[in-house]
Every structure is written in structure tokens, then in C-alpha cells.
């Protein structure tokens, strides 16, 4: 089983800066691929970056060229960088850690883009 902790949400201004963080424990294998999603009230939860071990990247179409997701295998972090942020990506982030069909998630943390 793996624990995942996230940290770095809050509230900042649209065109601002945020960075997420997000600490994995537990059992993490080798072979996994690691994410961020995002949930606003009354939406679906919806991928917004994620990162293979290797380091090949996927993003949602809404955030590319704002967004970089990156991770630290050796201290097993990930982050996500979100820059030039609008009120739109007001949602709660959740890490996420795949491996095969399995996923776990961490408890999320609130980011909130002002106008």
C-alpha cells in the first residue's frame, strides 16, 4: 500500500504561481506512473498532468504550457508546477500513484485562483 501526502495549495491571484508537492510512502514499486488530478465542485475528477518513472509526461489539453509535472525518484516526490493559474483551475489537487489498474490517492489540498 502506498500513502501519498500533498502539500502546497492555497489561494493566489489569476496569473499567479503555485507549487504542488507530493510525498509517497509505503510500498512503491519501481514500475509505477505517478499524477495529479483535480476536482471542482460539482465536476468529475480529471487527470491534469502525469509522469512515468522514466520521466514521459502527459497533460490535459486545459494546462499544457502552464503546468510541468516532475518527480524525484530517489526522495519519491512529485510536483507540479502551475504557472499563469485562472480562476478555472480553482479545484482540489490529488496526487495519485499507478501501478497497473491499482491506483491510491492522497487526501488532496485546496488551490484557488481569484480573479
Known amino acids: 500500500q502506498v500513502q501519498l501526502v500533498e502539500s502546497g495549495g492555497g489561494l493566489v491571484q489569476a496569473g499567479g504561481s503555485l507549487r504542488l508537492s507530493c510525498a509517497a510512502s509505503?510500498?512503491?514499486?519501481?514500475?509505477?506512473?505517478m499524477g495529479w488530478y483535480r476536482q471542482a465542485p460539482g465536476k468529475q475528477r480529471e487527470l491534469v498532468a502525469a509522469?512515468?518513472?522514466?520521466?514521459?509526461?502527459n497533460y490535459a489539453d486545459s494546462v499544457k504550457g502552464r503546468f510541468t509535472i516532475s518527480r524525484d525518484n530517489a526522495k519519491n516526490m512529485v510536483y507540479l508546477q502551475m504557472n499563469s493559474l485562472k480562476p478555472e483551475d480553482t479545484a482540489v489537487y490529488y496526487c495519485?500513484?499507478?501501478?497497473?489498474?491499482?491506483?491510491?490517492w492522497g487526501q488532496g489540498t485546496q488551490v484557488t485562483v481569484s480573479s
Open positions: 495519485n500513484n499507478r501501478v497497473g489498474s491499482l491506483d491510491s
Open positions: 509505503g510500498r512503491i514499486l519501481r514500475i509505477n506512473v
Open positions: 509522469i512515468t518513472r522514466g520521466g514521459s509526461t
